[in-house]
């Protein structure tokens, strides 16, 4: 009924770069937010960045500066540009959404499956 499906993943050296694209579909009414989490092996899921309708994007102090977060409304997309990769960057990565459904009466937050991003040289 929704999915979310990440790309762009993958190796890079640091100080490289990636952009991650996250794509939802779906009989979707209505998106507030979408976001970029990761995870790392025996680490939680920790917020990388966070962007409303409005474009308005929150970060992580970690990636401030580096990383940034954009969004296509018409084509519910959002992507995460990564620039200056650091090797404490390597992760899964997840996007996320909080959407409503057109047969819903409530925002849902949705899930990605994670695209691994490997930052080693």
């Known amino acids: 009924q929704v999915q979310l499906v990440e790309s762009g993943g993958g190796l890079v050296q640091p100080g490289g770069s990636l952009r991650l694209s996250c794509v939802a579909s779906?009989?979707?009414?209505?998106?507030?937010?979408m976001g970029w989490y990761r995870q790392a092996p025996g680490k939680q899921r920790d917020l990388v960045a966070r962007?409303?309708?409005?474009?308005?994007?929150n970060y992580a102090d970690s990636v401030k500066g580096r990383f940034t977060i954009s969004r296509d409304n018409a084509k519910n997309t959002v992507t995460l540009q990564m620039n200056s990769l650091k090797p404490e960057d390597t992760a899964v990565y997840y996007c996320?959404?909080?959407?409503?459904?057109?047969?819903?009466?409530?925002?849902?937050?949705?899930w990605g499956q994670g695209t691994q991003v490997t930052v080693s040289s």
């Open positions: 996320n959404a909080d959407l409503i459904l057109r047969r819903e009466h409530k925002y849902r937050a949705y």
């Open positions: 779906g009989s979707i009414l209505n998106m507030d937010s």
């Open positions: 962007i409303i309708s409005g474009e308005t994007a």
